[in-house]
């Protein structure tokens, strides 16, 4: 495995992003249903999205919360629904597996709506520095593990619209999927042993 990849090698890369069902969870009687689901899992790829503030001292709070397994994605629209106690469950719980990339704000800015305490949290950043990997940006990690390149182009859209694109859904997927597949990986891949090279020293010139 590599442990690093420049710009150029990555825009070589195909471009991937989730294929699977996308639920969309905006309304609180679809909350139990999709929190049932992901209840029985034992590993979710974690993300949130939040609307982009271009003013200084602008804030939005957290848009979407996206969980999603190899298969299916669920959407969670934060901003219509609030933070239902079904999905503090799932992401208090040690049990279920959540991975995702530089999940610490993400975590705190969701327990600014409600406070929970959290469970079962991965971060991806820490784990791949067992495998000696220097790069740590989802879209790097993504190419060197997986093998292909994911589009941050809908990153910076408006989160909080009405309706989300679908360049948003497949983006919002796509990031938490990723997450869950890089994870899936790693945990068949072995870590290379790192040899100890003693430093040899120099050697005194006899007189």
Known sequence: ??????????????LSSFEGIIHVIEYPEDVDLACEY????TIIGFDTETRPAFKKGQVYPVSL????TSEQAFL???NKIGLPIGLIKILASPKILKMGVAIRDDIKILQRIVPFKPGGFIELQDLVKN??????SLKKLSAII?????SKSARLSNWDAPE??????????TDAWVSCEIYKKLLVTP????LFVPEIAESTPKD
Do not use: H, W
């Open 1 to 14: 495995m590599k442990k690093c990849i420049s710009n150029d090698e990555l825009a070589e890369l195909p």
């Open 38 to 41: 992901l209840s029985r899992q």
């Open 65 to 68: 919360l996206q969980l999603s």
């Open 76 to 78: 969670f629209r934060i």
């Open 131 to 136: 495998y000696g990997i220097e790069n740590f």
């Open 146 to 150: 997986l093998g292909f390149r994911i």
């Open 164 to 173: 989300l694109t679908e360049q948003q859904l497949i983006y919002g997927a």
């Open 191 to 194: 870590i290379e042993p790192v």
